[in-house]
């Protein structure tokens, strides 16, 4: 049965997987086990032989950060079920899974290092070239080949069945991201009392949760490609000139804009956070430029990836069948049809980039990027910027329509 591995007892879980002791070489006796836990769930270790090293990865039945809060264990089916799935299409985009136990929920893969978490290079003003178009790459490989442009409708409802079973990390995603923002909940930990008129604002504003409600609705039901639920810079790790992408376990079938707004949202807070950061001018303002370069990156390697995989792939899904559109007249309006998509999956982008940064700031999961201020005062005044230009996202979206208004609108709202 299942039971929560301590530190201690990896050895002797390790030495029961042969695959895995032939990885690492010697015994038991010869290897080193660092817990390196990070994230809010999961215990994860990294474990060193002679020969080579791994990462065991356990879903433990509560939230690691908050013990009285219970969560299913199975979420690491999922986190599995999406490494799989992605495999042929995302290649060295993801670690390497290794083994995967279905009874202590464990998930043993790669051991990424010298790599860093993105959200720490991030924090420590690191460039960093690959991270964004990289993740970008990730994202685009990923959603169009599990996309109806893509798959054909029978693997699509198949696989929407099974991730469909995710459900209490959905639930999570429904009340922490989607819901809690907007109301009054024990979870909810914006600094105190600096933030507490912009959570009472944002409780009684009908027009930002009729918004909100709006994209609630989107993220039930647009079950537009296979996503990773939870793309934020935590769930990225770099070195200068690799990207993987971890912690798949809040996977679906979900609107691709909600994994690229997760990570510009991220971005965007990036650099809002570093304007309360104690560094000197001339280095902050050319990373927070670099920062806007990034998020120009993202989103213009992302565009260009998911069309070009479009354009030329061979075997179509159900939505644009190969022989639909054959004659020039066809082709003109393909070309038509394709940038309409883009231009619906961006406009995804930005309100889920909104409601990303409004669950950091008023939500329960705060980050290390604003965290790591220590007086309250300057860090909320590194806060409301984000959550004035995410209110402005979400209620007038007409006036974001490409990613040139989104990086004009940043350093303004900070101005403002
Ligand atoms: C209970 S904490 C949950 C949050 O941590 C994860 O990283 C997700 O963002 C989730 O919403
Ligand atoms: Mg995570």
Same mark, same amino acid.
């Given at each position: 049965?299942?039971?929560?591995?301590?530190?201690?007892?990896?050895?002797?879980? !390790?030495?029961?997987?042969?695959?895995?002791?032939? +990885?690492?070489?010697?015994?038991?006796?010869?290897?080193?086990?660092?817990?390196?836990?990070?994230?809010?769930?999961?215990?994860?270790?990294?474990?060193?032989?002679?020969?080579?090293?791994?990462?065991?990865? +356990?879903?433990?039945?509560?939230?690691?950060?908050?013990?009285?809060?219970?969560?299913?264990?199975?979420?690491?089916?999922?986190?599995?079920?999406?490494?799989?799935?992605?495999?042929?299409?995302?290649?060295?985009?993801?670690?390497?899974?290794?083994?995967?136990?279905?009874?202590?929920?464990?998930?043993?893969?790669?051991?990424? &290092?010298?790599?860093?978490?993105?959200?720490?290079?991030?924090?420590?003003?690191?460039?960093?070239?690959?991270?964004?178009?990289?993740?970008?790459?990730?994202?685009?490989?990923?959603?169009?080949?599990?996309?109806?442009?893509?798959?054909?409708?029978?693997?699509?409802? &198949?696989?929407?069945?099974?991730?469909?079973?995710?459900?209490?990390?959905?639930?999570?995603?429904?009340?922490?991201?989607?819901?809690?923002?907007?109301?009054?909940?024990?979870?909810?930990?914006?600094?105190?009392?600096?933030?507490?008129?912009?959570?009472?604002?944002?409780?009684?504003?009908?027009?930002?949760?009729?918004?909100?409600?709006?994209?609630?609705?989107?993220?039930?039901?647009?079950? +537009?490609?296979? !996503?990773?639920?939870?793309?934020?810079?935590?769930?990225?790790?770099?070195?200068?000139?690799?990207?993987?992408?971890?912690?798949?376990?809040?996977?679906?079938?979900?609107?691709?804009?909600?994994?690229?707004?997760?990570?510009?949202?991220?971005?965007?807070?990036?650099?809002?956070?570093?304007?309360?950061?104690?560094?000197?001018?001339?280095?902050?303002?050319?990373?927070?430029?670099? !920062?806007?370069?990034?998020?120009?990156?993202?989103?213009?390697?992302?565009?260009?990836?998911?069309?070009?995989?479009?354009?030329? *792939?061979?075997?179509?899904?159900?939505?644009?069948?190969?022989?639909?559109?054959?004659?020039?007249?066809?082709?003109?309006?393909?070309?038509?049809?394709?940038?309409?998509?883009?231009?619906?999956?961006?406009?995804?982008?930005?309100?889920?980039?909104?409601?990303?940064?409004?669950?950091?700031?008023?939500?329960?999961? +705060?980050?290390?990027?604003?965290?790591?201020? &220590?007086?309250?005062?300057?860090?909320?005044?590194?806060?409301?910027?984000?959550?004035?230009?995410?209110?402005?996202?979400?209620?007038?979206?007409?006036?974001?329509?490409?990613? *040139?208004?989104?990086?004009? *609108?940043?350093?303004?709202?900070?101005?403002?």
């Amino acid at each position: 049965g299942y039971r929560v591995l301590t530190h201690d007892d990896i050895p002797a879980y !390790i030495a029961g997987v042969p695959a895995i002791v032939a +990885q690492l070489g010697g015994g038991p006796a010869d290897w080193t086990v660092r817990d390196v836990a990070d994230g809010n769930l999961n215990a994860v270790y990294l474990v060193d032989g002679p020969a080579g090293g791994v990462c065991v990865k +356990q879903a433990l039945p509560y939230v690691r950060v908050h013990h009285d809060w219970p969560l299913a264990v199975e979420r690491a089916l999922f986190e599995h079920a999406y490494m799989v799935r992605l495999d042929p299409f995302v290649g060295r985009g993801a670690p390497q899974l290794y083994h995967f136990d279905p009874t202590l929920f464990t998930i043993v893969m790669e051991k990424l &290092e010298p790599h860093i978490i993105l959200r720490k290079g991030l924090i420590e003003g690191r460039h960093l070239p690959k991270a964004a178009p990289d993740t970008a790459t990730f994202i685009a490989n990923a959603t169009f080949n599990t996309s109806d442009l893509a798959a054909p409708f029978e693997r699509k409802f &198949e696989d929407i069945a099974h991730f469909a079973r995710n459900q209490a990390l959905l639930r999570i995603t429904m009340d922490l991201v989607l819901t809690d923002p907007y109301r009054e909940v024990w979870r909810n930990r914006y600094v105190r009392p600096h933030m507490e008129g912009w959570a009472a604002s944002f409780r009684s504003d009908i027009e930002l949760k009729t918004a909100v409600a709006r994209h609630r609705i989107g993220f039930l039901t647009n079950t +537009q490609a296979l !996503i990773h639920g939870d793309l934020h810079s935590g769930s990225v790790m770099v070195t200068e000139d690799d990207t993987r992408v971890i912690d798949g376990e809040f996977a679906s079938y979900g609107p691709i804009g909600l994994d690229t707004g997760a990570f510009i949202a991220n971005l965007i807070m990036s650099w809002y956070a570093h304007g309360a950061y104690d560094r000197p001018e001339a280095d902050r303002r050319a990373y927070r430029d670099w !920062i806007l370069e990034q998020i120009a990156i993202f989103w213009a390697t992302f565009r260009d990836r998911f069309l070009t995989l479009w354009e030329n *792939a061979t075997e179509a899904g159900d939505a644009y069948p190969a022989d639909y559109f054959t004659d020039t007249a066809g082709k003109a309006r393909l070309a038509t049809i394709r940038r309409d998509y883009l231009d619906g999956i961006f406009a995804d982008t930005v309100a889920f980039a909104a409601l990303k940064m409004n669950r950091r700031i008023i939500g329960y999961a +705060q980050i290390a990027d604003y965290l790591v201020i &220590e007086d309250l005062e300057r860090r909320a005044r590194a806060q409301a910027p984000a959550l004035a230009l995410a209110r402005a996202l979400l209620t007038r979206p007409e006036r974001f329509a490409d990613i *040139a208004a989104i990086l004009d *609108a940043i350093p303004r709202f900070e101005r403002a």
